[in-house]
């Protein structure tokens, strides 16, 4: 399929079906490990896979370990839809794996429209998580835009919080975050024991360029939001990204104006 060509759909048009994280674990799903075992086989896993080092593990070879040591049905690709590479990755070793997707209820178009063809064209389970509230009932608990007074409360209500909920279920999961992003990603680890929410968490492509992700789109022909061509290399919910110039830090577009570079969800 084509990526830079894709016709963004209009609101209310039909999407592909998926579950949501509020429906609860499903049935037959294996039973998890105590967080000790958890926490030692993420120390066994940045071993084996020379996590920081010169010669540390590829992506594919990480998610290779992860299909190696975790099943399918307890692990999670957390996935913000500016592209569709990690769930391509993963899919490739843990095909019908689910694939969690924030909806804030601020998303731009084109963000729900990438939601969707990952829904429609790769091996994957999305799970649409949702947070307590409607955008409606929180503007009438907390005042409407929230996200222009409180952004941090916004974030916590809308993301972190939904997202520490649904991963109850699961031992991994998968983030697409990079080293190169923001000096607060840096040091970004291949895989490490996530104490706030009680799983392996597991960042395969953290040493990926912006190029590289474009460049494994573009070979394996997977869907890339349309605003990344236009100017917007980090996304997150309309209100809170504009599109960023050519060698700023890709991430400035995010809470522009703030003092906050971080939802919260990788911190």
């Known amino acids: 399929m084509s990526t830079a060509t894709s016709p963004v759909p209009e609101r209310g048009a039909q999407r592909p079906s998926s579950r949501s994280a509020r429906s609860g674990s499903d049935e037959g799903r294996p039973a998890r490990r105590s967080l000790d075992e958890l926490r030692a086989l993420a120390e066994r896993g940045a071993a084996e896979l020379r996590s920081g080092s010169a010669d540390e593990a590829s992506p594919a070879e990480v998610v290779a370990w992860v299909a190696a040591n975790v099943s399918p049905r307890l692990a999670a690709v957390a996935c913000s839809m500016a592209d569709a590479?990690?769930?391509?990755?993963?899919?490739?070793?843990?095909?019908?794996?689910?694939?969690?997707?924030?909806?804030?209820?601020?998303?731009?178009?084109?963000?729900?429209?990438?939601?969707?063809?990952?829904?429609?064209?790769?091996?994957?389970?999305?799970?649409?998580v949702k947070p307590a509230q409607t955008v409606r009932e929180q503007d009438a608990e907390f005042g409407k835009d929230l996200f222009s007074r409180d952004p941090a409360l916004c974030c916590e209500m809308r993301k972190v919080a939904p997202l520490h909920q649904a991963l109850g279920g699961y031992e991994v999961w998968f983030t697409g975050v990079r080293r190169e992003e923001a000096p607060t990603r840096a040091n970004t680890p291949l895989i490490t024991f996530d104490?706030?929410?009680?799983?392996?968490?597991?960042?395969?492509?953290?040493?990926?360029?912006?190029?590289?992700?474009?460049?494994?789109?573009?070979?394996?022909?997977?869907?890339?939001?349309?605003?990344?061509?236009?100017?917007?290399?980090?996304?997150?919910?309309?209100?809170?990204?504009?599109?960023?110039?050519?060698?700023?830090?890709?991430?400035?577009?995010?809470?522009?104006?703030?003092?906050?570079t971080e939802c919260g969800l990788h911190v």
């Open 195 to 260: 104490e706030r929410n009680g799983l392996i968490k597991v960042n395969p492509v953290a040493a990926w360029s912006f190029d590289d992700l474009i460049a494994y789109a573009t070979a394996h022909d997977v869907v890339v939001n349309p605003l990344v061509a236009n100017g917007y290399p980090s996304i997150g919910c309309a209100p809170c990204t504009k599109p960023v110039a050519a060698g700023e830090d890709p991430r400035s577009g995010r809470w522009a104006g703030l003092a906050k």
């Open 85 to 128: 590479a990690l769930p391509h990755l993963v899919a490739e070793a843990l095909p019908g794996v689910d694939v969690l997707f924030l909806d804030t209820g601020y998303h731009f178009l084109e963000t729900t429209f990438t939601r969707d063809e990952v829904a429609r064209t790769l091996d994957v389970r999305i799970v649409d």
